[in-house]
């Protein structure tokens, strides 16, 4: 006599939604359908997360972005941000977040801009604009808005990234810190609180350097005066830029 086994193969299903909030040990997917990718691992047929960060999944590979150094938007944040794709009446910006944001026709310009009109006129893609945060949705969707003194278009320059927690050490009290790398570097700086910092002119490599330096060493006591020194080094061994 024959005997038939029949196998009931466990139905795949993803168990946490797109940016929802996980915590180590989650079960996020189930089956064998999905893979785990970064910040996950498997469990026998579950996939769970392996920190507390934020779910996506892409192309079946289930991912967990952790939290720790990653910007989360909050209204008013003046931030810099990114074009990377434009529709019939909104931009979408890259805002170095988990969560892209939307510029609409109406938050973009003083100007009436009609339905229609080609928006690469005022901002293209690739462009960078500093920009406040207007709302951001339950749903995590980012709005912005240009109107703020503030906001404009960053013409040139380059682009670092530091942890965005560190942005107020870089900025100082008052302003004092950012202000005296601007004036050791003779660069303009623009510091935006999803941690994304805009340079230009002057030494810009030094910038850099000096950045970076704020942003590793932020627990430090002492740090304006290391900074201070490091820009006075520079000074000394480059005399004819310093009578500049």
């Known amino acids: 006599m024959t005997c038939v086994i029949f196998m009931s193969a466990e ?5 946490a ?3 929802d909030l996980v915590l180590p040990g989650q079960v996020v997917a189930k089956g064998l359908d999905f893979f785990p990718g ?3 691992y498997r469990d026998n047929s579950e996939i769970r997360s392996k920190v507390v960060g934020l779910f996506r999944i892409k192309e079946r590979f289930a991912s967990v972005i952790p939290l720790s150094g990653v910007y989360l938007p909050k209204p008013d944040d003046g931030i810099i ?3 990377n794709d434009i529709q019939n009446t909104f931009w979408i910006f890259d805002i170095n977040s988990p969560y892209d944001a939307i510029l609409q026709l109406g938050e973009a310009s003083e100007e009436y801009i009609e339905n229609g ?3 690469r006129r005022y901002f293209d893609i690739g462009d960078i604009i500093y920009v406040k945060i207007l709302n951001v949705a339950t749903s995590k969707s980012v709005t912005l808005t240009m109107d703020d003194p503030r906001a404009k278009k960053l013409r040139g320059g380059r682009l670092i990234a530091i942890t965005p927690s560190k942005v107020s050490r870089l900025i100082g009290k008052e302003g004092l810190m950012i202000e005296m790398v601007k004036q050791g570097t003779q660069c303009q700086i623009v510091a935006g ?7 230009k002119g002057g030494n810009e490599e030094l910038a850099v350097k000096t950045i970076k330096l704020i942003e590793e060493s932020s627990h430090i006591s002492g740090l304006t005066e290391r900074v201070a020194e490091m820009l006075k080094q520079n000074e000394s061994n480059n005399p004819i830029q310093a009578e500049q």
Do not use: H, P, R, Y
Request: glycine share 8%; net charge negative.
């Open 11 to 15: 139905t795949s299903e993803m168990v």
């Open 17 to 19: 939604k797109e940016k």
């Open 38 to 40: 970064t910040g996950c």
């Open 81 to 83: 941000a990114v074009v």
């Open 117 to 119: 009109a080609d928006l």
């Open 193 to 199: 609180q999803n941690g994304v910092v805009w340079i």
